[in-house]
């Protein structure tokens, strides 16, 4: 099992940056890749960041030069640093890892509120 807890959302003003954590816990050794997903209201959950054990990153074209994902060495905490915030940035920010067929696991969100 895999437990995940978001942490660092809050309220910026626009042009602003803020930095999200995810604290991972169990067993981490068998995950493969994690990732950032986001939702606003009434609006579906949308991929915006995934960063796989090889290194590799992937960004949602949204949040492409302004998102940067990252974990560190011991692959226990994951980051989501971003900048140049915009007020379409705010959303319910989750963290969510991959595992092997299919299996996947979610951290409970952390709101990021982007001000105009």
């Known amino acids: 099992q895999v437990q995940l807890v978001e942490s660092g959302g809050g309220l910026v003003q626009a042009g602003g940056s803020m930095r999200l954590s995810c604290a991972a816990s169990?067993?981490?050794?068998?995950?493969?890749?994690m990732s950032w997903y986001r939702q606003a209201p009434g609006k579906r959950r949308e991929l915006v960041a995934t960063?796989?054990?090889?290194?590799?990153?992937n960004y949602t074209d949204s949040v492409k030069g302004r998102f940067t994902i990252s974990r560190d060495t011991a692959k226990t905490t994951l980051y989501l640093q971003m900048k140049s915030l915009k007020p379409e940035d705010t959303a319910v920010y989750y963290c969510a890892a991959e595992l092997p067929h299919g299996l996947g696991y979610w951290g409970q969100g952390t709101q990021v509120t982007v001000s105009t």
């Open positions: 960063v796989a054990n090889s290194g590799t990153t």
């Open positions: 169990g067993s981490i050794f068998a995950i493969n890749a």
